[in-house]
C-alpha cells in the first residue's frame, strides 16, 4: 500500500516531554511523544515537526539564530539540528553516546552545541553543527549531570548541573585543536556553611572530570543561569542563592533563608527554576507563586510576587528580554510581561497524564473523545483545540463512543460503565452509570449502527449487552457466558441491519498469559430482544435469541477485529498478522461444536508487539498499532503491502490503541507511556475511483441512514439529568433478600424486618436477588406451612433431647453411621495431633543430635571443673577439640621443613669450622637467656617444641606463618598436659568422695547404734564437675507420666510375669528362715548387741515389798546390781568408743579434703602458670598476625602505588607528547607570523617605489591617506584591547568586510588630492586595500599566536604538575618499600622481664612516647657499658677536682692581682692629690718656721680649744636642767588629764543613754517624713503611667490607621482573585 497512499500527521497532544524552549521570539517548541509541537504565543497557532528519528528526547533551542536540536530516542542516539522555521535540517550529529542524551545546549555565540551522554560513557561534547564537527571530548564526565548551559558571552566556558553537584567546563584551545578542562565547585554546607580550607581553593591538575566530592552534605543546586559579568547565579531547594566566580572558583552566599533579616516570602521558598533579566531575577519554586527578585550587592528584596495555579518547573525569557514563559510538569504554559501587565495568562493546558484511548465522535466535524489514566476525558476539535474536559473522578480503563447519540462509554477499574452527554462540549456530564463486574472493565464496543453496548472483562467471563439507545435508559438486557478470559471484544452489524454479531477472543484456563486461541462468535438479532422469553430469570439471553459459534485457531493471538465474514487477528507469538475465514454455513452449527480455522493470509507484522489492530468502518482498510511505536495501515483484500508512519517511541511502550474516522480518512493512537494522541491523515493516490468514493461515501451514507435515530435519541439524552447517587428510582434499587432459613428464635424477627438495598451488588448479583425474592412472594405459603412443620418438629426434637439427657449415651445412640464417621473423623484428628507430635519430636530429635553434635560430641576434652571441699576455690580444664586432618598435615609439613633448615644450618656451620668453645660458650649464653628472650614460660613448663623459630630470625612471611602453626601446636601441648594433670586431680576427688561416702556410712551405723540424730557433711559432685549429666536424663527429672504403646505395655507384663515366675521357682528356704528368726541372720552375738542387753530384775522385786524380802533374796538382789553396774559401765565404755570412732572418722574425711584442696591450689597455680604461658604464646601469633596483615596490605598499597604510578607516567608521557606537538605547531605558526609580518613591512616600504611616478609633495599626502584607516576598524581595535579575556575567541575573520565596507568611503573620490589622476588614485586605493588586509591578517595571527602561546604554557603547567605528582608517587613508592623493608628487618620481639629490668622508667611511657622505639641488649653489654660509664665518670671527676683546684687558685691570683692594682691606683691618686693640694698663708707660714715655733704655735692652739670645750660642757648642762623640769611640768599635766578622763568615763553611760532616746525621737520624726515624701514619689509614677498609656493608645491607634493605609496600598498593586477569574 506503500504505493497507492501514505500517512501524514495533522495535530499532537500530550504531555510535555521537556522544558519550553524559544525557537523566536514569538514561537516556542517542545517534545510530545515522537513529534515536536511549535507553539505562535500571539496567533496561539500550533504546528508539528516529526521526528525523522526515533523519538523525541533532549531538546534546546536558540532563538537568536533560529536554530533547535534534539536527540533520537535509540540505541546510539544521533542529534538533529534543524533551523526555524524553514525545518531545515542542518546536520545530524554522530556521537559516542550508546544510549541518550541526557542534556543539549545550544550557545548564543556561535554555532556550537554541547551535549551530555548517559551511561556508560557519560561523555560531553561540544559540537560545531554548522559542519557537524566535534570540536572537543571528555568523557567520564560524571554520572550525574541533569543540565548544561553555555555562558551566554562566551562559548568556551559552560556549566554542568548535577543533582547534587554544580561543574564549570573550561574550553581552552589552541589554533584549531581543542580540550575541556572541569572544575567543581564547593557549594556550602547544608546549613550554609564553608568547609574548613575550601576544597574549591586547590588546583586541578588532572585531565578529565576533575571532580572533587566531599563526604560531608552539601546545598543541593536546582537552578542556574549566567549573568552578564560571567558569574553564576545558583537557586538551591534548601533556599539559598549563591554566586559563583568561574575563574576564582569563589562561592559566595547572597541569600540564606536563616537570616534573621531575610525577607518573609523567601523564608520557606525552595528555588526551582529562574531567568534573569535587566530589572532583577525572576524565580519560581515549588510553591505556586514567582519572585521578582532585586539584588544589590549582598542585599536581596522581593520587589513583587505573582501568584500563580500550580507550581512551575521551568522559566524562559524571550529574545526580547521582555516575555517570561513559565512551564509547568502538569502541562499548562503561562506567559508574563512584567513591564506591561502584572497578569499571568494561560496560554496553553494539555493537562498531564497517558492517553488510555480515544475515538471519533459521530459528527460531522470529526470531534474526538480521549480518556487519560488520570480519570479526566476531554474532547478534541479537528484541528486538535481542546473543547471541554470532564473529571470522572475514577480509575478509567476503556472508552466507546455512540454511533446515534452524542455520548461516550467509560469502563473503570471498579466494574462499572459511566455514561457521559457530549452535547455541551465544554461541559461534559456524567447522566448514568451501571454496576457490571467486581473487576476492571476492559472491553467496550458498540455496533456500527449503535444497537448494543457490549462489554468485557479480562479477570470476568460475561459478556454484557446493554441497549444503547438513551430512551431505554441505558439498561442492561443480559449477559452472555463464554469459557476463558476475554481478551479481546469487537462487534459488525450486518449489511441489512438485521444482526449484530460480536467476536469474543477468550483464552482458555490452561493458558497463562493474556492471549487467547478459542473465537466464540455471538449472533444477536437487532431489534426485539428485551422480552422475557429471551432473556431468562437470571439475566442470561436465551437461546432463541443467542446463537454461539466456537473457533479455534493455531496458535494464541493477542488482538482481533471481525469484518464481514472474516477475522483479522495479531498473534504476538510469531510477530505475525492473520485473517481467517469464517465457515459460510456456520447457521447449520451448534454451539458445543469447536471449529478449528487456519489462516487465509498471513503477513510478516510488528517487530515488536503486541499489537492491536482494527478494521475501518467499510472494511477495506487494516491498521495495527504496536509496540514498536509504528501505525501500519495496509488493505484487507491485499495484506502485505502497507504504509506505516512513526507514531509514538518503543522506548516508552509505543501504541496503546487506534481509532478510526466515521470516514475511515482519520485515524487516532494513543502511546502507552509517551502521553501523547496523534491524529493522522490518510492520504490516497493510485487507487480506483471505485474504492475512493466507496471509501468516502461510506461514512456519509451511513450517518444518513442514523440521523433519524439520533434525532430522536439525542434529545432524549439532553434531558437526562446528571447522575446522583441518591435519585435511583424504586424499580432500580437493589435488594439484598434472605436466601436461606434458620429455624431459631431470632428467624422470626428477621424476617419480620425490612430488606436494605445494596448498592455494592452488580447487575447479575441484583439480578440473582430479583430471583430470590420473587420465589419467596411465589412460595410464600409453603413457606409458612413448612415452617410450621419444621417448628413442631423443633418441638419434638426438644423434647426427646430433654428425655435423653436422662439416658445412658448407649441408649441414644442410633446413627451407627454418624457414630462411625465421627468416630473416624476423631481418629483423623487424633492421626494429624499424632502426626504433628511425631513430627514436633523428630525435630527437637534433630535440633537435639545437632546441638549434641556441634557441642559436645565434637570436643574431644570436654569442659569440666573441680571445686575444693572447703573453700570456693574452682579448677576448670581446657576444652579442646581435636585438631582436624589439615591442621595435622601443617604441622607435619612445617617440622618437615624445619627439619632441613636445621639441617642446612648444621652443615653450614660445620663448613664454616667454629671452635667447641665458642659452640658451647652460645650454648651457655642460649641457656642463660631462658624464658625472657623465648618470650613465654612453654620451656618451663616442658611443652616447648624443638621447632620453633628463634624469635629474631624470623625474616620471612612464610617463616611467621610456619612460626604461627608451631605456636598453635605449643598452646595446644600445654592444655593436653593440664588436662591430664587434671583428670588425675579429678579422679582422685572421685575417690575421696568414695572414702568420704564409705565413712559417712559407717557414721550413720554409729549413730543409728547410738540413737542420736546428726546432720553429715557429704559433699558431691556439681554438675560442672560431671558434665556428662546434662546429656542424660533420669527417669526422676520426668514429672510427667511416662507414654506407653501398648507394644510396650505388653512388653512391661511379659517381664513382670517373668519375674514372679523366677521368684516362685526359688521356693522356700527353712535354714536360713530359722537363722533370721533364732540369731537375727549371724552366728555370733555382735559387740553392738551389748547397746541393746538389758538384766531382768529378780520376781520379788515385782511382788514384794523390800521389808518382806529374805536373805537370799537380798543376796539375789545385789547379784542384780552388781550385773547391771557392770553392764552399765560396759555400755558407757562401748559408747565412748563410738563416739571415738565417729570422730576419728570425721577427722581423718577432714584431713583427707583439706589435703586435696592444698592439691587443688597447687593445680590452680599451675593452671595460672599455663594460661599465661598460653596468653603470652597467643600474644605472639597476634604479633604475627598482625605483621602478616601489615605486611599483605603493604603489598597491596605497593600494587595500588605501582598501578597509580603506571597510570601518571602515561598521563605524562600523553601531556608531554601534546606539549611537544604544540610547540611544533608554535614555532611553524610563529616562522609564518613572522613571515606575515615582514611582507606587511616590505608593503609599507615599497609604497614610496610604488609610486615614485607622483610628484613627492602629492606622494607624502598619499602616504598619510595610506596609514588613514576606517572609524570602523578603530572602535573595533579599542574594544579588542579593553574587552575581557572571554572575548579573545571571537573570530576576526568579520574584521576584514567591516573593514572594507569603511573603506569604500575613504576610496570616494571626494577624498582624493589635488592634481591627482584617477588611474593613480585608483592603483593607490587598491594597494592601501591590500595593505588593510595584511595587517588584519597579522592581527588575526598575532592574537591566535598568542592563543596558542597561552594554552602551551597553561600544558606546560599541567606537565610540571603530572611530573610533579608521579615523583610524589615515586617518592611514596620509595618510602613504603623502606618501611616494607624495615618491617621485614625490624621483628616485633616478645620479652619476658622480671620487675626491676626494665630500663625505661615506666613514668616515662606516656600516651606521647608509647611509640618510641626502644633497643633490646644483652644484660652482659648493659653491664660492661655501665663499667665504663662509671669508670669514665671517676676519671672526670677527678680531672674536674684538678680544674677546681687550679680554677680556684687562678681566681685567688686574680683577685690578689687586682686588690695590688687597686692600691696602686689610690697611691697614685694620693699623690695626684698631694701634688695638687694648695697650701694656706699660715701654713705656708708654718712651712718655713722652724720647729720649736711650729710646737708652740700648736700648744697655743690645743690651750684655747680646751678653754672653748669646758665652755661647751656648762652650756650643756644648763640645757640638760632646763629640761628635766619641762618634763616635770609634762607629768603633772598629764595626771590632771587621767583624773578628768575618769570623772567623764563616770558620766558616759549616762550621756550614752540621753544619745539613744534622742536618737529614737530624730527617727521617728524622720520616719513620718519619709511617708510622705514616698506617698507623694507613688503619685508621680501613677501619673506618669497615665502618661504613658494615654501615649500608647494613641500610637496604636495611628498603627492601625498606617496598617490600613499600607493594606490598602497592597490592594492597589496587586491584583485580586475575582479579578482572576474574569481571565
Given at each position: 500500500m506503500d504505493e497507492t497512499g501514505s500517512l501524514k500527521i495533522r495535530w499532537v497532544q500530550g504531555s510535555i516531554n521537556a522544558n519550553v524552549e524559544f525557537v523566536d521570539e514569538k514561537t516556542v517548541c517542545y517534545g510530545c511523544g515522537t513529534h515536536i509541537c511549535f507553539l505562535n504565543l500571539e496567533t496561539k497557532a500550533r504546528s508539528v515537526f516529526q521526528s525523522p528519528g526515533r523519538g523525541v528526547g533532549a531538546l534546546t533551542a536558540d532563538a537568536r539564530s533560529g536554530a533547535f536540536a534534539f536527540s533520537e530516542q535509540k540505541l546510539s542516539p544521533s542529534i538533529f539540528v534543524y533551523i526555524f522555521p524553514e525545518l531545515q535540517l542542518k546536520n545530524e550529529l554522530k556521537g559516542t553516546a550508546q544510549l541518550e542524551y541526557t542534556s543539549l545546549t545550544l550557545s548564543e555565540d556561535g554555532p556550537y552545541l554541547g551535549s551530555c551522554s548517559s551511561f556508560p560513557d557519560y561523555t560531553i561534547t561540544v559540537w560545531n553543527w554548522e559542519n557537524a564537527e566535534a570540536i572537543c571530548t571528555q568523557p567520564q564526565a560524571g554520572p550525574d549531570i541533569v543540565s548544561l548551559l553555555f555562558n551566554p558571552l562566551s562559548w568556551l566556558q559552560l556549566c554542568a548541573l548535577g543533582p547534587s553537584t554544580l561543574t564549570v567546563w573550561n574550553i581552552e584551545k589552541s589554533n584549531s585543536f581543542h580540550v575541556l578542562k572541569s572544575r567543581a565547585i564547593e557549594l556550602p554546607a547544608a546549613d550554609g556553611s564553608f568547609a574548613e580550607g575550601h576544597a574549591n581553593k586547590l588546583p586541578n591538575t588532572v585531565r578529565g572530570t576533575g571532580t572533587l566530592r566531599s563526604t560531608r552534605t552539601t546545598l543541593t543546586p536546582s537552578a542556574i543561569s549566567w549573568t552578564a559579568t560571567s558569574k553564576l547565579y545558583v537557586g538551591c531547594a534548601e533556599g539559598y542563592l549563591l554566586l559563583v566566580d568561574p575563574e576564582s572558583f569563589s562561592v559566595s552566599i547572597l541569600f540564606s533563608p536563616t537570616t534573621a533579616d531575610a525577607p518573609p516570602e523567601l523564608k520557606h521558598f525552595s528555588f526551582q527554576a529562574f531567568a534573569l533579566n535587566e530589572n532583577g531575577l525572576i524565580a519560581a519554586g515549588k510553591e505556586r507563586v514567582l519572585h521578582h527578585v532585586q539584588i544589590r550587592g549582598t542585599q536581596t528584596n522581593v520587589t513583587q510576587t ?16 521582555e516575555t517570561l514563559l513559565l512551564s509547568a510538569s502538569t502541562g499548562q504554559i503561562y506567559l508574563l510581561n512584567p513591564s506591561k501587565s502584572d497578569t499571568v495568562l494561560k496560554t496553553l493546558d494539555v493537562l498531564s497524564g497517558n492517553f488510555l484511548t480515544a475515538a471519533f465522535l459521530q459528527t460531522d466535524r470529526n470531534i474526538c473523545v480521549s480518556l487519560r489514566d488520570s480519570g479526566v476525558l476531554q474532547l478534541w476539535s479537528s484541528e486538535g483545540v481542546c473543547l471541554g474536559f470532564l473529571h470522572l473522578q475514577a480509575e478509567v480503563t476503556s472508552l466507546a463512543c455512540c454511533p446515534i447519540a452524542h455520548y461516550a462509554a467509560v469502563g473503570t477499574e471498579s466494574g462499572r460503565v459511566l455514561f457521559v452527554d457530549l452535547n455541551e462540549e465544554e461541559q461534559p456530564r456524567l ?147 492473520q485473517q481467517f475465514q469464517l465457515p459460510e454455513a456456520a447457521d447449520s452449527l451448534t454451539s458445543p461444536q469447536v471449529v478449528q480455522l487456519k489462516p487465509v493470509q498471513e503477513v510478516k507484522g510488528h517487530p515488536l508487539g503486541p499489537a492491536s489492530v482494527l478494521l475501518s468502518p467499510h472494511c477495506l482498510w487494516l491498521a495495527s498499532a504496536g509496540r514498536d511505536g509504528l501505525l501500519r495501515l495496509r488493505q484487507t483484500a491485499s495484506m502485505e503491502p502497507h504504509i506505516e508512519l ?185 492421626e494429624r495431633v499424632r502426626a504433628e507430635t511425631e513430627q514436633n519430636i523428630a525435630e527437637m530429635c534433630y535440633l537435639q543430635d545437632v546441638l549434641k553434635r556441634e557441642c559436645w560430641d565434637s570436643w574431644m576434652v570436654k569442659s569440666r ?169 533420669d527417669d526422676s527429672e520426668i514429672k510427667a507420666e511416662k507414654y506407653l504403646t501398648p507394644e510396650q505395655k505388653e512388653e512391661e507384663e511379659r517381664k513382670r510375669l517373668k519375674e514372679e515366675a523366677y521368684l516362685t521357682a526359688q521356693g522356700d528356704d527353712n535354714k536360713e528362715r530359722a537363722l533370721d528368726n533364732m540369731m537375727d541372720g549371724v552366728l555370733e552375738v555382735k559387740k553392738v548387741d551389748i547397746l541393746k542387753m538389758e538384766i531382768p530384775p529378780p520376781e520379788f522385786v515385782l511382788t514384794k515389798p523390800h521389808v518382806h524380802w529374805g536373805e537370799e533374796e537380798k543376796k539375789v538382789y545385789k547379784e542384780y546390781e552388781k550385773k547391771t553396774k557392770d553392764l552399765n559401765e560396759e555400755k558407757d565404755k562401748y559408747k565412748r568408743a563410738l563416739e571415738t570412732e565417729i570422730k576419728k572418722l570425721q577427722e581423718s574425711s577432714k584431713e583427707a579434703t583439706e589435703k586435696f584442696d592444698k592439691t587443688l591450689t597447687r593445680l590452680l597455680e599451675k593452671k595460672v602458670e599455663c594460661t599465661a604461658a598460653i596468653y603470652l604464646e597467643e600474644l605472639k601469633i597476634i604479633y604475627l598476625a598482625d605483621s602478616v596483615l601489615t605486611e599483605e596490605e603493604m603489598r597491596n598499597v605497593e600494587l595500588e602505588l605501582k598501578l597509580k604510578l603506571e597510570k601518571l607516567l602515561a598521563r605524562e608521557g600523553e601531556i608531554r607528547e601534546e606539549m611537544v606537538r604544540r610547540e611544533h605547531e608554535v614555532e611553524l605558526f610563529q616562522k609564518a607570523y613572522e613571515n606575515l609580518v615582514a611582507e606587511d613591512k616590505v608593503l609599507d616600504k615599497d609604497f614610496r617605489r610604488e609610486f615614485s611616478d607622483v610628484p613627492n609633495q602629492i606622494a ?71 595593505k588593510l588586509k595584511s595587517e588584519q591578517q597579522v592581527q588575526l595571527k598575532a592574537s591566535t599566536l598568542a592563543e596558542m602561546q597561552a594554552f602551551l604554557q597553561r600544558r606546560k603547567g599541567e606537565a610540571n604538575a603530572a611530573q610533579q605528582e608521579s615523583r610524589s608517587c615515586s617518592e611514596a613508592l620509595k618510602s613504603l618499600h623502606k618501611r616494607r623493608n624495615d618491617h621485614l628487618i625490624n621483628v616485633k620481639v616478645q620479652v619476658v622481664l622480671k620487675q626491676g629490668q626494665v630500663e625505661a622508667l615506666p613514668a616515662d611511657l606516656t600516651a606521647d612516647t608509647t611509640g618510641t622505639d626502644f633497643l633490646l641488649c644483652h644484660k652482659s653489654m648493659v653491664d660492661n657499658l655501665r663499667g665504663k660509664i662509671r669508670s669514665l665518670v671517676e ?137 510622705a515624701a514616698k506617698r507623694e514619689e507613688r503619685y508621680q509614677e501613677i501619673l506618669q503611667r497615665r502618661k504613658w498609656k494615654e501615649t500608647a493608645m494613641s500610637q496604636a491607634e495611628d498603627l492601625v490607621l498606617l496598617r490600613e493605609e499600607v493594606e490598602r496600598l497592597r490592594r492597589r498593586n496587586f491584583i485580586s482573585l475575582d479579578e482572576l477569574e474574569h481571565y
Open positions: 505573582w501568584q500563580l495555579e500550580g507550581p512551575v518547573t521551568s522559566v524562559r525569557l524571550s529574545p526580547d528580554n447522566v448514568h452509570q451501571v454496576y457490571l463486574y467486581h473487576s476492571a472493565v476492559d472491553h467496550l464496543v458498540f455496533d456500527q449502527e449503535g444497537h448494543y453496548l457490549l462489554t468485557g472483562s479480562g479477570s470476568d467471563s460475561h459478556v454484557y449487552v446493554i441497549d444503547a439507545k438513551p430512551s431505554a435508559r441505558f439498561s442492561v438486557i443480559g449477559h452472555i457466558a463464554v469459557s476463558g478470559r476475554i481478551s479481546s471484544l469487537s462487534a459488525r452489524c450486518s449489511s441489512d441491519g438485521e444482526e449484530v454479531k460480536a467476536l469474543v477472543l477468550c483464552s482458555e484456563q490452561e493458558e497463562k498469559n493474556q492471549d487467547g486461541s478459542l473465537l466464540i462468535m455471538v449472533s444477536l438479532p437487532a431489534r426485539n430482544i428485551a422480552g422475557q422469553d429471551c432473556v431468562d430469570r437470571h439475566g442470561c439471553l436465551s437461546p432463541r435469541v443467542l446463537r454461539l459459534f466456537n473457533y479455534k485457531v493455531p496458535l494464541p493471538l493477542t488482538s482481533c477485529t471481525l469484518g464481514a465474514n472474516e477475522v483479522f487477528a495479531y498473534c504476538e507469538r510469531n510477530k505475525s498478522l512513526l507514531c509514538h517511541s518503543c522506548r516508552l511502550g509505543g501504541g496503546r490503541s487506534v481509532s478510526f474516522s466515521s470516514d475511515g480518512r482519520t485515524l487516532l493512537t494513543t502511546g502507552f507511556n509517551d502521553g501523547s494522541l496523534v491524529c493522522t491523515d490518510l492520504r490516497i493516490k493510485g487507487v480506483p475511483d471505485e474504492k475512493v468514493n466507496k471509501a468516502t461515501q461510506y461514512g456519509h451514507v451511513r450517518a444518513q441512514a442514523l440521523k433519524k435515530v439520533f434525532d430522536s435519541e439525542n434529545p432524549v439524552l439532553v434531558n437526562i439529568p446528571v447522575w446522583d447517587e441518591g435519585s435511583k428510582k424504586p424499580e432500580e434499587s437493589e435488594v439484598r433478600v434472605q436466601t436461606s432459613i434458620d429455624m431459631t428464635e431470632e428467624d422470626e424477627r428477621i424476617r419480620g424486618s425490612p430488606l436494605a438495598p445494596r448498592s455494592d451488588l452488580t447487575w447479575l448479583e441484583n439480578k440473582g436477588e430479583e430471583v430470590v425474592k420473587e420465589d419467596n412472594e411465589r412460595y410464600s405459603e409453603e413457606k409458612k406451612h413448612l415452617r410450621e412443620t419444621v417448628a413442631e418438629i423443633r418441638d419434638t426434637i426438644q423434647k426427646m433431647l430433654r428425655e435423653n439427657d436422662s439416658l445412658p449415651v448407649e441408649q441414644f445412640n442410633l446413627d451407627v453411621e454418624e457414630q462411625r464417621r465421627l468416630e473416624d473423623m476423631v481418629e483423623l484428628e487424633a571443673a573441680i571445686m575444693a571441699f572447703h573453700s570456693e576455690l574452682i579448677v576448670q580444664n581446657y576444652p579442646l577439640k581435636e585438631r582436624t586432618r589439615k591442621e595435622l598435615e601443617d604441622l607435619r609439613r612445617v617440622q618437615n621443613t624445619r627439619r632441613i633448615e636445621e639441617a642446612a644450618c648444621a652443615l653450614s656451620g660445620a663448613e664454616k669450622g667454629s671452635s667447641a668453645e665458642e659452640q658451647k660458650q652460645d650454648e651457655e649464653g642460649h641457656e642463660a637467656e631462658g624464658a625472657a628472650l623465648t618470650g613465654s614460660f612453654s620451656a618451663q613448663l616442658g611443652c616447648s617444641n624443638p621447632y620453633v623459630y628463634d624469635q629474631f630470625s624470623l625474616q620471612t612471611i612464610e617463616q611467621r606463618v610456619n612460626q604461627t602453626i608451631l605456636l598453635q601446636d605449643v598452646i595446644y601441648g600445654i592444655k593436653m598436659a593440664f588436662n591430664a594433670e587434671f583428670e588425675a586431680q579429678h579422679r582422685q576427688k572421685v575417690q575421696e568422695l568414695k572414702r568420704v561416702g564409705a565413712r559417712n556410712k559407717r557414721i550413720r551405723e554409729i549413730m543409728q547404734e547410738l540413737d542420736t540424730n546428726q546432720e553429715l557433711w557429704e559433699p558431691g559432685l556439681t554438675d560442672s564437675e560431671w558434665p556428662e549429666r546434662l546429656v542424660t536424663v607624502d599626502q598619499l602616504y598619510k591617506l595610506f596609514k588613514r584607516r576606517p572609524r570602523v576598524q578603530k572602535v573595533r581595535a579599542q574594544t579588542e584591547n579593553t574587552s575581557s579575556a572571554l572575548r579573545e575567541h571571537r573570530p576576526h575573520g568579520s574584521l576584514v568586510p567591516d573593514a572594507l565596507r569603511g573603506m569604500e568611503e575613504l576610496d570616494s573620490p571626494k577624498n582624493m588630492p589635488e592634481g591627482l589622476s584617477q588611474s593613480v588614485w585608483e592603483r593607490f586605493c587598491i594597494v592601501r586595500k591590500e676519671q672526670k671527676i677527678a680531672f674536674m677536682e684538678k680544674c677546681k683546684d687550679a680554677h680556684k687558685q687562678i681566681v685567688q691570683l686574680e683577685w690578689e692581682h687586682r686588690v695590688l692594682k687597686n692600691k696602686i691606683q689610690d697611691l697614685k691618686d694620693k699623690e695626684k692629690d698631694i701634688k695638687m693640694l694648695r697650701l694656706s698663708k699660715q701654713q705656708q707660714d708654718m712651712k718655713y718656721c722652724s720647729k720649736d715655733e711650729q710646737a708652740h704655735r700648736m700648744a697655743e692652739k690645743i690651750s684655747s680649744l680646751e678653754k672653748s670645750i669646758t665652755l661647751m660642757k656648762k652650756i650643756h648642762q644648763q640645757k640638760v636642767q632646763q629640761c628635766k623640769k619641762r618634763i616635770a611640768q609634762i607629768k603633772q599635766q598629764a595626771a590632771k588629764k587621767t583624773r578628768s578622763n575618769a570623772s567623764l568615763e563616770q558620766q558616759l553611760p549616762d550621756l550614752q543613754v540621753t544619745v539613744a532616746e534622742l536618737t529614737n525621737i530624730c527617727g521617728l520624726a524622720a520616719t513620718e517624713e519619709n511617708v
